[in-house]
């Protein structure tokens, strides 16, 4: 019988690959709006009046442009979250997140779409939904995503803390 | 970029967003450089809460697959959108990651690359059709002499068209597609049989014959100005010697200025519906898109007009 020497052959592919992509008109107006005055914005549409965050050039819903900008609160309101136990690298520093971790939709005062981010805690497995939590910028702003560093988690929601619904 | 094409669309057809039923889009991810580049223009298009589908390849191919939404009875409209933004990446590494990652790639070949290996097959073959080694000896037209060695430039555009059920107007009568072999040596790089069996799925749709002479214009996605003559061969428009002699003339039109790769096939389409709606009778025109190395994948559509308002 012939001696199987069969050996499996690779293709080694390094990818190097890059590209420049625009962030449109909407993110750009979002970033330096961020930058210049450390605040959150979104989109509104016109015609259904709903608040986008991030902002988006048109309204899903309605295929309407969407051209006013809305000044958004600084706190806002879980409304879903998961807790991360598995190492995962986090792609703002390259460098594997501190396991568990807290992944939430954050809803900000005056938003009705919701943000997913990173929620800041001492205990995550006390977060629940509709915690209210509070936006945690860098401090230098460089105009990207990456200003948002995190939401830090305030508690269950208070008479005080509510944020100011549409 | 692509909601003002959309935009411009619904405007011409006199519709609005709710009245689509469906939409297609083709558009490529290397080149967008997102894994699913449909997402980003989810809401320009207005394909939320639609059913919307995306296409991987010349736009052509998303009209021909809307086509086919509409021939199976159950969609009435689809909106069909198209683009490419080659500006935002690196155009010879992207198309390189194209090629198989064995064989092809691993030598680092490239879009462009492909494309000179088949004006080189190109010009052998006239040299060994005529025992002319100068392309320019053949040319007949002053006009192709000058431009004979021209490559279109790629850039960005996005494109949208309406096709509705019906009868009237500018009709789809033909479309067909092919793919050929991805092995740049499994093809005759001076031939384009692909996108002669294209053409023949078309015509046998339309009911027309292989050679062809009713079609008043041909609306082109050259990549470079040799491949005219054999892919007009290739449709049975002329032979290879005699396209290289008299070609291009005004039934071929050719984008010269720039095309965006993936919408390049729409934009020629709406070049062409433009040139029907204008014209005063009974019209036929044939609208070509391709994709891939050396023009690997080919598509053919051919739009009729009775000279009736659309």
């Known amino acids: 019988m012939q001696e199987n020497n069969s050996e499996y052959l690779f293709s080694s592919i390094t990818m190097d690959l890059s590209w420049n992509t625009d962030v449109g008109e909407t993110m750009a107006g979002f970033f330096q709006r961020l930058k210049a005055e450390r605040r959150l914005y979104g989109t509104r549409c016109s015609n259904c009046l709903r608040v986008y965050l991030p902002p988006r050039p048109v309204c899903g819903n309605c295929w309407q442009q969407m051209n006013d900008w809305v000044e958004l609160g600084e706190q806002g309101t879980i409304v879903g979250k998961t807790v991360c136990y598995y190492e995962i690298l986090d792609s703002m520093t390259g460098k594997p997140r501190t396991t568990p971790f807290v992944l939430g939709l954050i809803q900000i005062d005056g938003a009705d779409t919701t943000l997913n981010h990173f929620v800041e805690t001492p205990d995550p497995d006390h977060v629940s939904i509709g915690d209210r939590v509070e936006t945690v910028l860098r401090d230098t702003l460089q105009g990207n995503v990456g200003d948002i560093v995190h939401f830090q988690w305030l508690g269950p929601p208070t008479t005080s803390s509510q944020g100011s619904k549409k | ?310």
């Open chain 2, 1 to 310: 970029m692509v909601y003002r094409a959309v935009r411009a669309c619904l405007d011409d057809a006199s519709l609005t967003m709710p009245e689509i039923e469906a939409v297609v889009t083709a558009s490529a991810d290397l080149w967008d450089g997102k894994t699913a580049s449909n997402i980003a223009i989810t809401e320009a298009v207005g394909a939320v809460m639609k059913a919307e589908t995306r296409i991987s390849g010349d736009g052509l191919l998303a009209l021909m697959h809307g086509a086919m939404m509409i021939l199976s009875g159950h969609y009435q409209r689809v909106l069909v959108v198209a683009h490419g933004k080659c500006s935002e990446a690196d155009v010879d590494a992207v198309s390189n990651w194209c090629f198989d990652p064995v064989y092809q790639q691993t030598l680092g070949v490239t879009d462009s690359q492909a494309l000179s290996l088949q004006c080189q097959a190109i010009k052998m073959r006239a040299a060994e059709m005529t025992g002319e080694e100068s392309i320019g000896a053949l040319v007949r037209a002053p006009s192709w002499s000058d431009s004979c060695g021209l490559t279109v430039r790629q850039g960005d555009g996005a494109c949208a068209v309406v096709i509705e059920a019906g009868d009237d107007g500018i009709v789809l009568e033909g479309f067909g597609y092919d793919l050929d072999a991805h092995y740049l040596g499994d093809r005759d790089l001076s031939r384009c049989d692909g996108l002669a069996r294209a053409a023949k799925r078309a015509y046998e749709m339309a009911g027309l014959p292989d050679s062809q002479t009713d079609i008043n214009r041909h609306y082109w996605s050259l990549r470079a100005a040799l491949q005219l003559p054999p892919w007009a061969e290739a449709i049975g428009a002329c032979s290879f010697i005699e396209g290289l002699a008299t070609l291009p003339n005004e039934r071929h039109q050719i984008q010269w200025s720039g095309l965006p790769p993936f919408a390049a096939g729409m934009q020629r389409l709406i070049a062409g519906v433009k040139d029907l709606r204008e014209s005063p009778g009974s019209d036929r025109s044939l609208i070509h898109g391709c994709h891939g190395p050396a023009g690997q994948m080919q598509a053919v559509c051919l739009l009729h007009s009775d000279g009736g308002p659309c």
